[in-house]
C-alpha cells in the first residue's frame, strides 16, 4: 500500500482534467456503495482492501502492475474519505491502545 499511496496524485490529476466534473464523484458513490455491502458480512480489514481490488480489476487474474493500479485508485479514494465508515466519536487504533496482532 506504501508504494500505491506515492501514485495518488496521478488519479487525482487524472480526475482534475475530466470533461464530467460528475465522475469523480460516481466512482466515489460506487466505491462507497460496494465497501458498505462487502462490510455488512466482512470484518477484517485485509478481506475488505482484497475484495474491493477484485473490484477494480474485475474477476480475471491480474499481473502485479495492474494490482498495483488497483491500490493506487483504492488509496486515492480512501484518501479522500469517499469509501469507508468514519470511525465512532473516540475511536482509537489498536495499535495506540498497545494491542498488537
Known amino acids: 500500500m506504501k ?3 506515492s501514485y495518488v496524485n496521478h488519479v487525482e490529476d487524472y480526475y482534475r482534467s ?4 460528475n465522475e469523480r464523484d460516481e466512482v466515489a458513490a ?7 455491502m462487502i462490510a455488512q458480512t ?4 485485509d478481506d475488505i482492501l482484497w ?3 477484485r473490484h477494480v480489476l474485475g ?8 494490482e498495483l493500479n488497483a491500490l493506487v485508485v483504492l488509496m486515492y479514494f480512501f484518501g479522500e474519505c469517499e469509501i469507508f465508515k468514519v470511525p465512532p466519536t473516540g475511536w482509537v487504533p489498536e495499535a495506540e ?5
Open 97 to 101: 491502545m498497545g494491542v498488537t496482532t
Open 42 to 45: 466482512c470484518e477484517e480489514s
Open 18 to 21: 475530466r470533461l464530467d466534473p
Open 3 to 5: 508504494l500505491a499511496l
Open 30 to 36: 460506487g466505491f462507497r456503495e460496494h465497501y458498505e
Open 59 to 66: 474477476n480475471a487474474a491480474q499481473q502485479s502492475p495492474m
Open 51 to 53: 475484495r474491493l481490488e
